[in-house]
């Protein structure tokens, strides 16, 4: 009978199937917050901090290779100037300042090379390393005055700046650059080439032996070509010379022509940087040069030469001599006939006749002395025509007896 079966209470089937639906909901809303917590803790969680960038350069520094006089060193983001030690390690921004009389040598990691001269101040703007190419890069400014520079015979990047004019120079360049108070440049290369850009925007590409100018206001002159370096002859280099009266003696310094020069600049100094020379003729007309009444002791020179502009060219290679006293003589000197200076080419003949046994020199070099005292030599000779020869002959006894002569050409 089918109207007798008992049905479930509606209400009690509603309460079950609310409950199935809470359930689900529940779960739901748990994973939810599962979620929402996971992302919480990724966005506002502590984290590992990120790993530093790879370094793009390594601070390398430079060091000074020689001091001579008053050099001072101002540590960038500092006031104060300290005096220059070999165990100063030049860094970023640092100045260096040299004196009147006063020149440095300093070294940079990568082997390039400055010569500041006295009364100057730079400053180190670079000395670098990429960690992953190994390439180095140097930079420096020359606010004021003068420095010499050789840059690294390995592939880097080497700027030098003024206020007026910044100089890219290839590896193994070398060069001289100074700068006016005016700010005023002239940039010379002398081995070597440079990429020059001005304040004004000019670009100039520099050559072997060849400068430019450039003016305060940033505008860049022709480019000129230099002379080239002339090559120094007499005494030879390291020679040892003694004088019996020192005070009065006169000692000859002899180089070649330089084609197209119309004159020379000879430096003569104790010391091979120059800083305070005894000698500095500018525009010195012949190729020879009589220097008087030194003192015993060591002295270098050089010599550069100049053209009709008044550009100056780079200097010779320093050569260096000994002056000694030599003892009094205790005889007499000894004949001495100087018959004959003649060039032909490169070739000197040199003839004549002093004492048997005597020592015998031109310009300081030995001559061979016959057993009959003549002499009859074939010498190379880098000099020209118009030179002037200087013949020594020194007895067993000291007796000492010179001769000079002009070199004559002949056919």
Same mark, same amino acid.
């Given at each position: 009978?089918?109207?007798?079966?008992?049905?479930?209470?509606?209400?009690?089937?509603?309460?079950?199937?609310?409950?199935?639906?809470?359930?689900?909901t529940l779960a739901l809303a748990g994973g939810a917050l599962v979620v929402a917590g996971a992302l919480g803790w990724l966005v506002f969680g502590p984290k590992e901090p990120p790993p530093p960038p790879p370094a793009t350069s390594v601070e390398l520094g430079a060091?000074?290779?020689?001091?001579?006089?008053?050099?001072?060193?101002?540590?960038?983001?500092?006031?104060?100037?300290?005096?220059?030690?070999?165990?100063?390690?030049?860094?970023?921004?640092?100045?260096?300042?040299?004196?009147?009389?006063?020149?440095?040598?300093?070294l940079f990691a990568d082997g390039m090379q400055i010569s500041v001269r006295p009364d100057t101040l730079i400053t180190i703007v670079e000395s670098s390393q990429n960690p992953v190419s190994r390439q180095q890069r140097t930079a420096?400014?020359?606010?004021?005055?003068?420095?010499?520079?050789?840059?690294?015979?390995?592939?880097?990047?080497?700027?030098?700046?003024?206020?007026?004019l910044r100089t890219t120079a290839s590896r193994d360049t070398a060069g001289?650059?100074?700068? +006016?108070?005016? @700010?005023? &440049? !002239?940039? $010379?290369?002398?081995?070597?080439?440079?990429?020059?850009?001005? /304040?004004?925007?000019?670009?100039?590409?520099l050559v072997a032996n060849q400068g430019v100018t450039v003016d305060p206001a940033g505008t860049?002159?022709?480019?000129?070509?230099?002379?080239?370096?002339?090559?120094?002859?007499?005494?030879?280099?390291?020679?040892?010379?003694?004088?019996?009266?020192?005070?009065?003696?006169?000692?000859?310094?002899?180089?070649? +022509?330089?084609? @197209?020069? &119309? !004159?020379? $600049?000879?430096?003569?100094?104790?010391?091979?940087?120059?800083? /305070?020379p005894l000698y500095d003729r500018q525009d010195h007309r012949p190729t020879q040069?009589?220097?008087?009444?030194?003192?015993?002791?060591s002295y270098y020179w050089k010599v550069a030469a100049l053209d009709g502009r008044g550009s100056e060219g780079s200097f010779s290679d320093a050569w260096r001599f000994t002056l000694a006293a030599a003892p009094t003589s205790t005889g007499p000197p000894p004949p001495l006939v100087f018959e004959a200076a003649e060039l032909k080419g490169n070739v000197l003949h040199v003839s004549g006749r002093t004492e048997p046994g005597a020592t015998l020199t031109l310009n300081g070099e030995r001559l061979?002395?016959?057993?009959?005292?003549?002499?009859?030599?074939?010498?190379?000779?880098?000099?020209?025509?118009?030179?002037?020869?200087?013949l020594r002959a020194t007895t067993r006894k000291g007796g000492t007896v010179e001769d000079r002569r002009r070199v004559t050409a002949t056919n």
């Open positions: 009978m089918a109207s007798d079966e008992k049905q479930p209470p509606r209400g009690s089937g509603d309460r079950i199937e609310w409950f199935t639906v809470s359930y689900r060091r000074f290779a020689s001091i001579d006089g008053s050099v001072h060193v101002k540590r960038a983001g500092t006031l104060e100037w300290r005096a220059a030690t070999p165990a100063v390690v030049l860094r970023q921004n640092d100045l260096v300042r040299t004196g009147s009389g006063a020149t440095a040598e300093i420096l400014a020359v606010q004021s005055g003068e420095a010499n520079f050789q840059t690294a015979a390995r592939a880097g990047n080497t700027t030098i700046s003024t206020p007026t001289n650059i100074q700068v +006016a108070e005016s @700010g005023e &440049t !002239g940039l $010379r290369i002398f081995k070597g080439q440079g990429e020059a850009e001005t /304040r004004s925007g000019q670009k100039v590409r860049a002159g022709p480019t000129v070509d230099l002379p080239t370096v002339p090559l120094l002859t007499a005494p030879p280099n390291r020679a040892d010379i003694a004088y019996e009266d020192l005070p009065g003696s006169v000692t000859l310094l002899v180089w070649n +022509a330089v084609p @197209g020069a &119309t !004159g020379y $600049r000879v430096m003569v100094d104790y010391s091979p940087t120059f800083a /305070r040069l009589e220097v008087r009444g030194l003192d015993a002791g061979d002395v016959q057993t009959d005292g003549t002499f009859n030599e074939f010498l190379t000779f880098t000099g020209n025509a118009g030179a002037t020869v200087v």
